[in-house]
């Protein structure tokens, strides 16, 4: 007897529904991209208990005629896709006509839907997969639908949602992202007959993210613009004082596309590198729009997830115009706007209070190791290139002065020199400030070979433990770029002939002895260069000036003139801000002037 049967329509259909509709919020975004193909200007969408019980999604679209109406239901019915050749060129947001079917086949679903040229819509409903009425009405253009009592036939299935406040939270975060991504459209969402969230359409992405975010969160955020031959790259990104634990504020668009992307946010976070502290992330929003035949959205079900032609290429892009964003900041130097609280980490999220918004639950980018978009597999399919993004090489002529042009006021706590500028109070924290020029010095040094290095008189001995007399024995090129020059001299000991004339004055063999000890602990890091760099990170916070040293005025000003050549600033190599400003009006606000 045969053990392999097909499976009755009705079954196939609930395991389709299983790829696209997971929660209510899935139905919601299936749904709004059906309005936003089928070019609408306004959706509502409408929800009753969290949209478990009820959710209506009404656009006011092309529409469509009866016969399109019920073709729509069926599977794998699409207006999309003709051809084979048109699943490399894929342009819409929907396509593998699944979703109005599956949806149907795990509620109560009804639909009214009305072309603009017609006066007479079509209404149709359906239970659990099966056609129950079909019939004419008079609706405005569009197509309105109601999802009700979602999973009814899958008690198992409806088990497994959520409190009504987390899958509420889940719609608003996809509703979110998709306003995000449309500016041009009006967004509207209701709850229990209450207006909870409207977005009017936006002259530009700039206006959409004052409408989503709290005010101030995005006003000092960075543009960021950049076209590379077929390549476009524009979006906003947060300046280094403003980040999170975790990229969820990332967002991420391809060809107006909201996805998942780990390549993305990695090759973002590395224009961040040495501006913020160890496992944080910035906000922001990039959109990307490059040609249909570099980029497959045909490898996921719910269309969150992408693949790449030439990952490589796109993502080294992305880095560099973001490198170029943030460089345009560094310009401003202490001139220019900061978020509105020093130190915090905004947690602002355009859900309710409470809520966590979650995009890929369990794929969470932990702190990405560098440059873990490098894939073997790319296949070399390069962007025509226009013009290389400009990466300034910046100097005291063209950046000017600023720091060296502030009046020293005093120390505070022996630990942060006291500024008047302008427009306010700039405090800097000087071993934050210190250890930035160390870095940039060293940094550069070992970019074309090797650190500075002092030859001592007399050779020194360090004894270090096994494991890292192993690591350090396979890693004596790499000390020799940051100007040790060390010899094995039995199983755990060295010969120290050569230390960096940097640290003639600190303890040059304790320094080695911490840096061997840094370096044993990121034995796994992906590369020698990033390994290079936390050492690099290591010695100039060794070597800088600490928190609770007096400084003379005459130190201070040599410290602030050194600042001015800086490539960057705002940070110390750790990410913690460097200074901070304390406008005029700030300070009038706390005394009650304004």
């Known amino acids: 007897m045969a053990k392999i049967r097909v499976m009755p329509e009705a079954l196939a259909n609930k395991i389709a529904a299983g790829e696209v509709v997971e929660r209510p919020a899935s139905v919601v975004k299936e749904l709004v991209e059906n309005g936003v193909d089928a070019e609408a200007r306004m959706i509502t969408v409408e929800l009753h208990g969290a949209g478990c019980r009820n959710i209506r999604v009404v656009d006011d679209g092309i529409g469509m005629e009866e016969d399109d109406v019920l073709l729509a239901l069926e599977r794998h019915a699409t207006s999309k896709i003709t051809r084979d050749a048109d699943l490399a060129a894929i342009q819409t947001l929907g396509f593998r006509g699944e979703a109005l079917p599956s949806l149907a086949a795990v509620s109560r679903f009804e639909l009214k839907s009305r072309p603009r040229a017609s006066n007479v819509g079509t209404h149709v409903r359906v239970a659990a997969g099966v056609i129950k009425e079909v019939s004419q009405c008079g609706c405005p253009p569009g197509t309105e639908v109601w999802v009700r009592d979602l999973f009814f036939n899958q008690p198992a299935r409806r088990k497994f949602l959520k409190k009504e406040q987390t899958e509420f939270g889940h719609v608003v975060d996809t509703l979110t992202r998709l306003a995000l991504g449309r500016p041009d459209i009006h967004v509207s969402l209701r709850r229990k007959n209450r207006q909870v969230h409207e977005w009017p359409v936006a002259k530009d992405l700039r206006q959409r993210l004052a409408q989503i975010f709290p005010r101030g969160l995005t006003e000092s955020w960075l543009a960021l613009s950049h076209r590379q031959g077929s390549l476009s790259i524009s979006g906003y990104l947060s300046p280094p004082e403003v980040h999170r634990s975790n990229s969820r504020m990332l967002f991420l668009y391809v060809n107006g596309r909201a996805v998942w992307d780990r390549l993305l946010r990695i090759a ?196 270090v433990t096994a494991e890292e007399a192993a690591w350090l024995e396979d890693s004596l090129p790499l000390f020799e770029r940051l100007g040790f020059r060390l010899d094995p001299f039995g199983s755990h000991t060295f010969v120290v002939r050569a230390v960096p004339a940097m640290a003639l004055r600190r303890e040059p063999l304790k320094l080695l002895l911490d840096l061997v000890a840094t370096g044993c602990k990121g034995i796994s890091s992906p590369t020698p260069e990033a390994l290079l760099e936390n050492l690099l990170q290591s010695m100039a916070c060794r070597v800088a000036i600490k928190a609770g040293q007096r400084m003379g005025k005459q130190e201070m000003s040599a410290l602030l003139r050194q600042l001015d050549g800086l490539d960057r600033c705002s940070t110390c190599p750790h990410g913690r801000p460097l200074w901070w400003k304390l406008t005029v009006g700030e300070v009038e606000r706390m005394f009650g002037r304004s």
């Not at 490589?312 to 001139?335: D, F, H, I």
């Not at 500024?419 to 160390?438: N, T």
């Open 268 to 463: 973002l976070v590395e224009a961040y590198r040495t501006l913020l502290p160890k496992g944080q992330f910035p906000l922001g929003v990039l959109l990307l729009e490059l040609p249909t035949e570099f980029v497959d959205v045909n490898v996921h079900p719910a269309k969150a997830e992408v693949r790449f032609q030439d990952p490589q290429t796109l993502c080294r892009a992305v880095t560099r115009a973001a490198q170029a964003s943030l460089a345009g900041m560094e310009k401003q130097r202490w001139a220019r706007p900061l978020a509105a609280s020093p130190g915090l980490t905004p947690a602002a999220a355009p859900v309710q209070p409470g809520f966590e918004p979650i995009w890929r639950e369990g794929q969470e980018v932990a702190e990405p190791p560098l440059p873990a978009y490098e894939s073997p597999q790319a296949v070399a399919v390069e962007f025509p290139v226009d013009a290389e993004i400009p990466i300034p090489v910046k100097g005291q002529q063209e950046l000017g002065t600023f720091f060296g042009d502030l009046t020293i006021i005093g120390q505070l706590h022996q630990s942060y020199i006291l500024c008047e500028a302008p427009d306010g109070l700039v405090l800097i924290d000087q071993h934050a400030a210190h250890e930035r020029i160390f870095f940039e010095i060293f940094h550069k040094e070992a970019a074309v070979g090797q650190l500075a290095s002092q030859m001592l008189m007399v050779p020194e001995t360090i004894e």
